[in-house]
């Protein structure tokens, strides 16, 4: 799958510099390229890469050009541009059909152009739109639906009545429409409330590795277009993801929590149940959020590493945050009153 | 599985009001609901909903009945009533049998009125009693025993030995039985110590989408009868929680602690090994538990989520806290010596 | 595999004390060993168990020999030295060969000292060493590779290329080689970028249930010799792990991180992407790590666990923090100029 660099940059609606009738095969870091690859340069520590690589061209800005050497295209959104690129010279072929050692119920509605791999389980009433790839040993249970050319990898499991749109990603391990963790309390012992919502996943959606995502209790859990999941996330029944917005792995949000449009939510944060945040909302690594966000912006909670000595310290002195506030205010009065 | 208002309401102890001749065919919210659904009401922010609610009938208590003009059911708790009423009219119904496309060794025992699903693997040695049903996918390894009525969704692996108790639900994706992570130390080499032990769950227990559950090193790891946990929590080797106690998605528990019974354990907390946690202790979403916990009550560590920038001069001054401290304290000195 | 006190003590290295002839068959606890079964000892709490234990003979270092009047192996690191036994007295044997349930393409290289279990699916183009096990329901994609010895649990999912060497054990649901989150930012929309590196697994490495380490986007995500990662931890694209690191469980560690040799990482721990972390770094439970650590030594962060009452009032004075700081800085200066 070869382009030459001015048919690539002609792709990208980029600028071709340097020898533009040569071949690209594929793309590779600056540091292990090859002379038939492409190689890509958004700024920061790898600019000595740059200097030394052995690409055969570099997808870059404007404002880096001379920093190389070699041959170019340049564009306005290096990264993007390479996304693009990479994508054109990795297409994803499947040959259609179901694998005889996958188990699919008789009514289940298969496009012929699908896919279905070995030691898949595919139950009754789903329905599996065109160009759709199931990889091996997946379980799909009773009326899911999976859109166009969506794909499942290994050993996804998509719990009944689960919908999942076109294009999307679903990667291995991940469960999709397990029961919500609702109860009622009854003098002491947990009574499980049946949890009859759906999982209903949008258009372009990812969802990384070993996700969870929790069925609604009475209405549906919901994941807009477009959102990206990374790895080891857990969504809990009710709740909205809105478009377009992407959360990083060990992400937890409790149940009923409505997200925002175009967030992002870096890894480990805590979100708690019943909340709202708003679009463009911005969340650093490993913050806990217990109450809504109102307004766009950035957020964060948490202390910073010390050496363990010096933190013993400052941990114990947090548990005397109040008295010392209030110490302080004794001490101000004090003064000033003098 | 039609009941009328009437019938419902004597099922859960509760007083009907209005239509007690209404046909109830399943629940719903109180948006969604339509005039033969029930749907509940526990108060707070649903209160516009309940007004203007399509639903048939509606359980709530007594205190909240005039804020609804359709049926009722009121009872003392609505939210038990209604987990049992949609209990009711949701039954789980499943065909014995075990499906061709299993894999069952010979000597495994399984209950005729047992369910086994397609590409499940059940080892040798295997008990699988009455009334229990194995979805789809499941490995379950040598000599592991599951107890009357119990369910594994689809994905489930249960290492060899496990023993699951009656009436719990293992959902897809939980892991129970691993190895726990316990090593000696050789010169900087890890040198693993076989995990020999096993995991007995009790009965009544739920157990959340990609849960892991470890094996323990000697002695078993111990869950107790009535515990619910959410998917993605992590329990280490010899964890031993009591009856009665609800785990929120997210936590994990090092090795060799121990949890009282009827505790509750919000979102993402992590505790650390070889501690006690007492009866009736509750401990508020990410808080990190660091020592033993002698008295019940509620439990909580953590700092508040700002926006980034005003959090940045927080984070750096957590540095001087006891600096600061110390500061504090000399200059009150200073002023009593005046 | 039974051995007598005399011959398990010349195998670690030790000096076997009392009966030397006693016969060993197995080890256990020191609360539920019997006459056959070897215990060990390495101080703590556990005295009184010591003091009462119906333990055949007991493992345990010089300084703790008069705390025992059972028969003794006295050795310099008890822990390893009953790993060592234990290990010894209960041999992983297995039958080789490939179940006649599972699903194995013809060009797919598989030694015949190996076992393959029901239900897995083995892809075109993997090489399976001698002495492999892997068992039930796993899935090992296109061209991996599986080294002299490891052994995989059920349920275990490898994406295409991964390389595993010599010796390791990967727990079950662990997926290895799951796409890297890689995207570029396309006027709000994500645009994936084709994750097109390998993850290479060293030997001697143990990888706990659920956890995911995802495949290098250009280059590989590497995993050096004798490391041990427990449960449900997430490695993310292009994260380099230096021998001998051990790593407990619900770590996330974020992309193209580099973590050094002989580190201990504890659990829940939080480490962004894009750091370096030195060799000998040890850091504590919880803790979140946002910047690079150039020397060894022990790091922390988070603050204590307090009655939810005490802890709420503390909680409201980090916002406060900073202006505390300099309130006081203030008065310091007011003083001082008197």
Redesign the interface.
């Known amino acids: 799958m070869s382009h030459t660099l001015a048919e690539l940059a002609n792709y990208v609606g980029g600028r071709a510099e340097g020898d533009v009738t040569c071949v690209i095969d594929?793309?590779?870091?600056l540091?292990?390229a090859g002379s038939r690859h492409l190689s890509f340069f958004t700024g920061g520590k790898h600019k000595d890469s740059l200097a030394t690589t052995g690409a055969g061209a570099v997808v870059l800005s404007a404002k880096h050009a001379e920093l190389s050497s070699t041959n170019l295209i340049i564009v306005d959104?290096p990264?993007?541009a390479?996304?693009?690129i990479?994508?054109k010279l990795?297409p994803q072929e499947h040959l259609p059909g179901i694998?005889p050692?996958a188990?699919v119920e008789s009514d289940a509605v298969i496009d012929a152009t699908a896919c279905v791999?070995?030691?898949c389980?595919i139950?009754s009433g789903v329905q599996i739109e065109a160009g759709v790839v199931i990889?091996?040993?997946c379980?799909i249970?009773k009326n899911c639906v999976i859109g166009k050319n969506s794909r499942l990898?290994?050993?996804v499991?998509l719990?009944d009545e689960t919908t999942i749109g076109k294009n999307c990603?679903i990667?291995?391990?991940a469960?999709i429409g397990?029961?919500g963790?609702g109860?009622?309390?009854?003098e002491?012992?947990?009574?499980?409330?049946?949890q009859?919502g759906r999982v209903v996943i949008g258009d372009?959606v990812?969802v990384?590795?070993?996700t969870?995502i929790?069925r609604g209790?009475?209405?549906d859990t919901v994941i807009g277009n477009?959102v990206?999941l990374?790895?080891?996330i857990?969504i809990?029944h009710n709740v909205c993801i809105g478009d377009?917005t992407?959360i990083?792995?060990?992400v937890?949000i409790?149940g009923s929590t409505s997200i925002g449009r175009?967030c992002t939510i870096?890894?480990?944060v805590?979100i708690?149940g019943q909340i709202e945040i708003a679009d463009n909302v911005?969340?650093?690594?490993?913050?806990?959020?217990?109450?809504s966000?109102a307004n766009s912006?950035?957020?964060?909670?948490?202390?910073?590493?010390?050496?363990?000595?010096?933190?013993?310290?400052?941990?114990?002195?947090?548990?005397?945050?109040?008295e010392?506030?209030k110490?302080?205010k004794r001490?101000?009065k004090?003064?000033n009153n003098k």
């Open positions: 594929n793309v590779a870091s540091g292990s959104n990264l993007l390479f996304a693009k990479a994508q990795n694998h050692d188990t791999g070995a030691q389980v139950a990889s091996a040993s379980v249970e990898h290994a050993n499991t719990n990603v990667h291995s391990g469960v397990g029961d963790f109860m009622a309390n009854d002491g012992r947990w009574i499980k409330i049946p009859l372009d990812e990384g590795a070993n969870t929790d209790t009475l209405d477009g990206k990374d790895n080891q857990q809990a377009h992407a990083a792995g060990c937890g409790a175009y870096a890894g480990g805590g708690v911005h969340i650093t690594a490993a913050s806990v959020v217990t109450q966000i912006g950035a957020y964060s909670s948490g202390t910073p590493l010390q050496e363990n000595a010096k933190w013993q310290r400052n941990f114990v002195r947090f548990r005397q945050l109040d010392t506030y110490k302080l001490i101000e004090q003064i």
